[in-house]
């Protein structure tokens, strides 16, 4: 690991500079955090799954036209990814009351929403994250009218397709928080889907049996975390090779 100089350290992954300029290299952790860092935990295999399961999203999305930060998964646990300026807002996707929507309406998880519902969080750990509208958005200069136009054009595309896609294999997308960068080409910016999308970062409930496929599993201490991210990956058919046991896997394998 101290063969590349280390850019940031969040939570589930680490950003290194990438082999060219503008590139990245973005490794998953097996650790877990909820409710801002307040429960900490390892999930064995998390980071190889994610990496996978990001990476297959990502491809996807990408053959559909939307702008990814994703270029290739280099090993277990790495990805190759371009160098974007992150803007500092998590957008959450909803299809279906679950989680802080709930609470907040006093609804009962699982109903389903008349209409997919976004929302928007200012990245800030120290703040907690808190819920913001276009309003503190555009005053603080975190994106402009145009930018968040381009983020809920792409937001409602991304849902459509993951929602149709999870569908195909058994699992509701209940919902789901994506980032976004600014992709600089000379004088063109480019907005484009960032970080990653995985069972930490969404909402995956088995369709006939609501069972949780998620992280929802080690926040509420539901037991058989290893086994949901498993599942995910195995009916998107992308499960490594060798089975769970590859998991452990080299921290990184060349
Ligand atoms: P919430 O219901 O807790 O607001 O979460 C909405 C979605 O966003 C859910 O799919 C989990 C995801 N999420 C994150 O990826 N990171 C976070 O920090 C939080 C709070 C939620």
């Known amino acids: 690991m101290a063969r590349r100089r280390q850019i940031y350290e969040g939570k589930a992954k680490v950003l290194f500079e990438g082999p060219e300029p503008g590139t990245l290299v973005q490794y998953f952790k097996d650790d877990a955090t909820a409710f801002n860092n307040k ?47 992150i803007i500092p807002l998590e957008v959450v996707m909803r299809n279906v009351a679950a989680g ?3 609470q907040r309406f006093g609804l009962s998880e699982g109903t389903p929403l008349p209409r997919s519902i976004v929302e928007y969080y200012f990245k800030s750990d120290a703040l907690n994250d808190p819920m913001v509208s ?23 595309r991304i849902n459509d397709f993951l929602s149709g896609l999870f569908l195909g294999i058994g699992i509701r997308l209940v919902d789901f928080k994506i980032e976004f960068g600014r992709l600089y080409n000379n004088e063109d910016m480019q907005i484009v889907l960032a970080d990653e999308i995985s069972p930490d970062s969404c909402r995956l409930w088995d369709l006939k049996t609501n069972e949780k496929m998620d992280k929802d599993r080690f926040r509420r201490d539901l037991g058989g975390v290893e086994e949901a991210y498993q599942e995910v990956a195995r009916r998107l058919g992308i499960l490594p090779e060798g089975g769970p046991r590859d998991l452990k896997g080299p921290a990184t394998m060349q």
């Open 39 to 85: 429960k900490r935990g390892t999930i064995t295999g998390k980071g190889v799954l994610n990496n996978r399961i990001s990476e297959y999203l990502m491809l996807k999305l990408g053959e559909i036209g939307v702008p990814t930060h994703f270029v290739r998964r280099l090993n277990m646990r790495e990805q190759l990814v371009r160098e974007v300026e």
């Open 100 to 102: 802080s929507l709930a």
């Open 134 to 156: 276009e309003e503190h958005i555009t005053a603080f200069g975190w994106a402009t009218t145009q930018d968040l136009d381009e983020i809920m054009s792409l937001s409602l």
